[in-house]
Nanobody, 119 residues
Framework: QVQLVESGGGLVQTGGSLRLSCAAS????????MGWFRQAPGKEREWIAA????????LYADSEKGRFTISRDSAKNTVYLQMNSLKPEDTAIYYC????????????WGQGTQVTVSS
């Protein structure tokens, strides 16, 4: 069983930056692809970015390309989401998730961290 704990959310002004962290425990971190999702009030959860188990492949939703960067530190069992040039529409609860390498569904989810961007 993998446990995921997000941190780093908060209140930031438009144009600001935040770095979210997701610490993993209880499993072999290097065997999981990792992803970030978000859910804004009244909207469905949407995928933002993903990184392969090795860190060699990263993928982004078109709307976040160029502003967000996903990375991972296997020594710390942590995945990060660097968010720059934040906009009010980025306000949401951000979740990290783990996918067993080669799998097709996200197996584990964190509890989420709130990001609020003020205008």
């Amino acid at each position: 069983q993998v446990q995921l704990v997000e941190s780093g959310g908060g209140l930031v002004q438009t144009g600001g930056s935040l770095r979210l962290s997701c610490a993993a425990s209880g499993g072999i971190f290097s065997s999981y692809d990792m992803g970030w999702f978000r859910q804004a009030p009244g909207k469905e959860r949407e995928w933002i970015a993903a990184i392969s188990w090795s860190g060699g492949t990263t993928l982004y939703a078109d709307s976040e390309k160029g502003r967000f960067t996903i990375s991972r530190d296997s020594a710390k069992n942590t995945v990060y989401l660097q968010m720059n040039s934040l906009k009010p529409e980025d306000t949401a609860i951000y979740y990290c998730a783990a996918l067993a390498s080669g799998g097709s569904t996200w197996d584990y989810w964190g509890q989420g961290t709130q990001v609020t961007v003020s205008s």
